[in-house]
């Protein structure tokens, strides 16, 4: 170790920038220099995407980010909070760890039947969402969404997982009935699942839901229950579908639709 630290500061920053941003954290606990080349726009440059379609449609557009100091004060602002992009359709957020885009589809960027008339699902504001609209089901016997997010947007070399991110508010129809939801790759992987919505239901005897996968509070209060996951090689332009349905006939209502998620595994 003292003959790495006896290299020039250049070198040092040369050498960190081929790791990862939790690497660069920890070298920077080794010494002045080691600090000063973990914290240099050399190292965070290579951390941060290296698309300039990213650049210029995500950090162009939010002045903060535009007049970030440096590099890594640009990362860590990418990664704490996510930007909301495609006129509300979308966000995008940086994977703390390991810099990975994650992306959440908004409610209004998916397919949802039935969710034209007012009488089956309200389009509502809820100040605890990131998007200006989330999706709430009134009442139907159809249950159907569906969303897609091509693989050129996300990382290359990456494995990721998709989460269908709710809420329930005095819901009705889920306590018994499975939902099934499946993730698509076109041309490749496909998997599918049956899986409880109802957070509610662990203690009570529905023999239909027992065993199933059910939803997990996330950190902004939301549920989200994993759809399936994907390796996404970066070298085809493929879609990626994902889809929630339930059509037994049985009416269902009070649930709220944030979003698909797409994030890092």
Known sequence: ??????????????????????????????????????????VWSQFLPSDPNFTASVVSQSPSLANAPTKKALYLALSDHPIIIDNGHKSVQLDRKSGKFRYMLAARSLTIIWSDHDQYWDWIELPDSRFPEVA????????????????????????????LVFKM?????????????????????SSTKNVCLDPDVEGRYHNRVVGLQC?????????????????????????VQMKVLETGG???RGLFVEGIEVRPK
């Open 250 to 252: 049985n009416w269902k």
């Open 136 to 163: 709430e089901l009134l009442d139907v016997c159809w249950f159907d969404i569906h969303g897609t997010i091509n693989t050129i947007a996300l990382s290359p070399n990456t494995e990721y997982v998709t989460y």
């Open 215 to 239: 939803p997990n509070v996330r950190s902004d209060g939301w549920l989200e229950i994993e759809m399936g996951e994907f390796f996404n090689s970066g070298i085809e332009n493929e879609e």
């Open 1 to 42: 170790m003292t003959e790495i630290q006896e290299l020039p500061e250049g070198c040092i920053a040369a050498i960190l920038s081929r790791t990862t941003p939790v690497d660069a954290g920890r070298f920077s606990l080794i010494s002045k220099t080691f600090r000063s080349a973990a914290d240099s726009d050399a």
């Open 169 to 189: 508010v005095d819901a009705h129809g889920f306590q018994n009935r499975p939902i099934e939801l499946s993730v698509f790759v076109e041309g490749g992987h």
